[in-house]
């Protein structure tokens, strides 16, 4: 009897300390224990053309991989995502920009992580780096990635309370039908967005728009002159979903898990998947349902 005791005692202050431990101080293997590695990376070869990789993109952008993976033979060596085309484009708007080879377009900095990173560790990293975008070993031997749309499987666990109102607000990028390309563009790299409101509306526009308009449209800039030049009516938009209820945490995860591109309008506040994750570091958020 008295064992028994005792291995229910042991068991309850388990999960005492578990329920101490604040959400970003759990490692990735036990906050993603079924699906940590089910996001296969998406790469492509050292020594691809631009114009290759940029098609790619249009699929995958906002996607639980999001970004494409530069190999040298198995090793990822670089990474590709919107930033690197547009501000590609912005230095060269014509088609050469698009011969050029991946290698000297991509970003260096890949962070590597272990499903013995903390949340915490990983969205640090994130910040230093400035991208949302991670790779980890899985068990084929290869990469799977992690992403900010992967994390909102981690706000849809948690227990609590915390809404959209919680979460910081943040200035609203705007622009106008009668701005260029070239303008928006601008203004993306200038406040470090990917996403840009059309004022007075729920419709906006992103870098895989963009892209897209590039490659499915204009054939990659071939005899295209003053691309810059382009008026914002020649572009499709997106509408970002409009919510009249303060979703918690938990609600707005799921939500948006279920969006091919989440994005959320609250009363006059903006939530990309990438505002879910910054609130995941709350100190308040330690309730969480494996």
């Not at 990789?53 to 995958?60: D, E, H, K, P, S």
């Not at 952008?61 to 930033?83: A, C, H, Q, W, Y």
């Not at 906006?204 to 499915?216: A, G, M, T, V």
């Amino acid at each position: 009897m008295a064992v028994r005791e005792e291995k229910i005692t042991v068991v309850h202050m388990m999960q005492l300390s578990e329920n101490q431990t604040r959400v970003s101080e759990r490692t990735l293997e036990y906050l993603l224990s079924d699906s940590l590695t089910s996001s296969l990376c998406v790469n492509i070869d050292k020594g691809t053309e631009t114009w290759v990789v940029a098609g790619m993109l249009v699929q995958y952008l906002e996607s639980f991989t999001d970004s494409v993976v530069v190999r040298d033979n198995m090793t990822p060596i670089g990474l590709i995502g919107g930033k690197e085309i547009i501000e590609g484009i912005l230095e060269n708007p014509t088609n050469s920009f698009f011969n050029r080879k991946v290698e000297e377009i991509m970003s260096s900095k890949i962070v590597k992580i272990s499903k013995y990173h903390t949340l915490e560790e990983l969205l640090y990293r994130w910040m230093q780096t400035r991208r949302a975008f991670a790779v980890i070993d899985n068990e084929f031997f290869d990469y799977s990635a992690i992403s900010a749309k992967k994390l909102l499987e981690i706000g849809k666990r948690c227990k609590t309370e915390i809404a959209i109102s919680d979460i910081p607000k943040k200035t609203v990028v705007t622009f106008t039908k009668d701005q260029t390309v070239g303008d928006v563009i601008n203004s993306m790299l200038k406040n470090k967005t990917r996403k840009l409101l059309l004022e007075g509306s729920n419709q906006y526009i992103n870098d895989r728009l963009i892209i897209e308009k590039i490659s499915e449209d204009l054939k990659y800039l071939n005899d295209v002159r003053n691309f810059l030049d382009f008026p914002m009516t020649a572009f499709n938009l997106l509408e970002a979903k409009v919510v009249s209820e303060n979703l918690t945490l938990p609600e707005l995860s799921k939500m948006m898990l279920d969006m091919a591109y989440p994005y959320v309008i609250y009363q006059n506040q903006v939530v990309s998947p990438w505002d879910v994750c910054l609130i995941l570091l709350s100190e308040d958020l330690k309730d969480y349902q494996t």
